[in-house]
């Protein structure tokens, strides 16, 4: 007795197509992450800033898709609280509008990726 099992490969996971969808799901994540965390750490700097000019924040701004930076305006250190003249040169701690953006961000990613992948598997 003798039993011939054949299949046939098609359909989006094996022409590419998934694939493809999974690669513009993670650069449209990456993008959505940094853009929300510039918009947090913008949200930061208006509650610990009493008053503001903007050229600090004009300077804020998200650089190759992924990442987020103040442009070294020669005061950002200062602000963080991680320059050379913060305490104990001064009584100035900096503000932790840094630390609170990642801490803000690392807790909403998985809730901004779920929803956004839902976007996607249709594709796949």
Do not use: C
């Not at 510039?38 to 008053?51: A, G, P, S, Y």
């Not at 950002?76 to 701690?93: M, Q």
């Amino acid at each position: 007795m003798r039993l011939d099992v054949s299949t046939r490969s098609s359909g989006p996971m094996f022409d590419g197509r998934a694939m493809r969808a999974l690669n513009a799901y993670v650069d449209h994540l990456e993008r959505n992450l940094a853009d929300t965390g510039r918009t947090i750490l913008l949200d930061e700097l208006d509650r610990v800033l009493k008053t503001q000019t903007p050229y600090y924040a004009t300077r804020i701004k998200v650089i190759e898709r992924t990442k987020i930076w103040d442009s070294r305006v020669k005061y950002g250190p200062w602000l963080a609280g991680i320059g050379s003249r913060n305490y104990p040169v001064t009584k100035f701690k900096g503000y932790d509008h840094w630390i609170i953006t990642r801490d803000k961000l690392n807790a909403r990613k998985v809730g901004i990726g779920e929803r956004l992948l839902r976007r996607y598997t249709g594709r796949m």
